[in-house]
């Protein structure tokens, strides 16, 4: 079974400087794309693995959450970590980043506010059991899928497919982040060592403009403090989900 409190440990026990950057590339443009409007009514998480911050970024933005994880151990971890009330809250170094973004400042109580927001509605919020490639259509608002596609396969076509899911769970012209490692040769949980591809940002924007993905930005971070060896970078990638019209075409 996938050790989730070692994959955890790992790679987010202590704040990174990879999510760092994330954290201000991510925050920056949900803050651009949806300042000033009322809150969607429900987001996404695809992947959600052991990682909470996805979820958080997204929190100023939305009345709803969903946390789509296929491995049943990442659901239960997941489950348990919501419910913990202990201090120190683990996710508070990565809230303290988000808060230098006024939107992130203005959520009083996160920790409360993400159980609320993850408050079960099956198949439209809370946490759940679920394929990337079990996604309904058309039914999320705003998404993120962070080191999920490039980490679940080693086939290109995979890949691919991987992502076209993620981007056809969006509503028409709904905003999305997706976070990936570049040139991947695997990584280690608990003694096991997972496959993976070796992707390039050229990759993810080529097969996000193939998606009519509206806006794409793609970039490779320069970070130079990396979370372990064995891959060449972490890709940032936002844009909107194709209008209604070229999903209609």
């Not at 509605?121 to 962070?146: C, Y």
């Not at 940002?201 to 320069?222: F, M, Q």
Request: with cysteine; glycine share 6%; net charge negative.
């Amino acid at each position: 079974m996938f050790s989730s409190n070692d994959y955890w440990r790992r790679n987010y026990r202590d704040l990174q400087a990879e999510d760092q950057e994330i954290i201000h590339r991510v925050s920056r443009f949900l803050a651009d794309a949806l300042a000033g409007c009322p809150p969607v009514q429900r987001a996404i998480d695809v992947g959600s693995g052991t990682n909470f911050y996805p979820a958080l970024l997204m929190l100023p933005w939305t009345k709803q959450i969903l946390l789509a994880d296929f491995s049943e151990s990442n659901v239960s971890w997941l489950k348990d970590q919501l419910a913990y009330d202990g201090s120190p809250w683990p996710w508070r170094p990565f809230w303290q980043e988000m808060q230098k973004a006024k939107e992130y400042s203005d959520v009083s109580k996160p920790r409360q506010r993400l159980r609320e927001a993850c408050a079960d509605e099956p198949g439209h919020a809370g946490i759940e059991q679920l394929s990337v490639f079990d996604l309904p259509k058309a039914r999320w608002n705003l998404g993120t899928m962070f080191f999920v596609a490039e980490s679940i396969t080693q086939d290109p076509a995979e890949f691919r497919a991987a992502v076209a899911a993620f981007i056809g769970a969006l509503t028409p012209g709904a905003p999305f982040a997706a976070a990936f490692m570049a040139g991947s040769d695997g990584y280690p949980v608990d003694g096991t060592r997972f496959p993976a591809l070796p992707i390039k940002s050229d990759d993810v924007k080529r097969h996000l403009t193939e998606l009519g993905v509206r806006e794409p930005s793609v970039d490779l971070l320069n970070t130079s403090k990396r979370v372990r060896d064995g891959y060449a970078g972490m890709i940032v990638a936002t844009g909107f989900a194709r209008d209604q019209q070229r999903r209609e075409s």
